[in-house]
């Protein structure tokens, strides 16, 4: 694995520094997605970019310490097939999800969307691996 960028202190520090918050808003656009703009999409694209930025200063091994290839293929496809689940069991109940009973969601109640929060969950998973993914292609020179 080869780094884009070399040994940045500046960087390094930067990145120390803006990761957790970056993290913790893409979880939080995920989450509330439901209940006020953002969602699954906008989440996970956010989680994505902060995995790359992680990268891009320190390298694509310290992240494999955690996320590496296994890791990241259970993540995504346990979040495909949960999805597959969800909104299957919607579709052959003959639901059109969300006035099929399941509460449309109260503001500042994160527990109050039904089904819609764990499939923001899911998708914000995907999106994000699948983001990051794409950028470790690159960097390895496969695409």
Do not use: W
Request: proline share 4%.
């Amino acid at each position: 694995m080869k780094k884009i960028i070399g040994d940045d202190e500046i960087l390094k520090v930067i990145v120390e520094i803006l990761f957790p918050f970056v993290i913790i808003l893409g979880i939080y656009v995920v989450f509330n997605g439901h209940l006020s703009p953002g969602g699954g999409f906008s989440g996970g694209t956010i989680l994505g970019a902060g995995l790359i930025l992680y990268s891009t200063a320190f390298g694509v091994e310290k992240i494999q310490k955690y996320l590496n290839f296994r890791t990241f293929t259970i993540l995504t496809s346990s979040a495909l097939i949960f999805y597959a689940l969800i909104k299957g069991y919607s579709f052959m109940t003959g639901a059109a999800h969300i006035p099929s009973g399941i509460p449309l969601g109260i503001p500042g109640k994160i527990l109050s969307g039904g089904a819609i929060l764990p499939l923001n969950v899911a998708v914000g998973i995907v999106v994000g691996c699948t983001i990051y993914g794409i950028y470790s292609l690159f960097t390895r020179g496969e695409i």
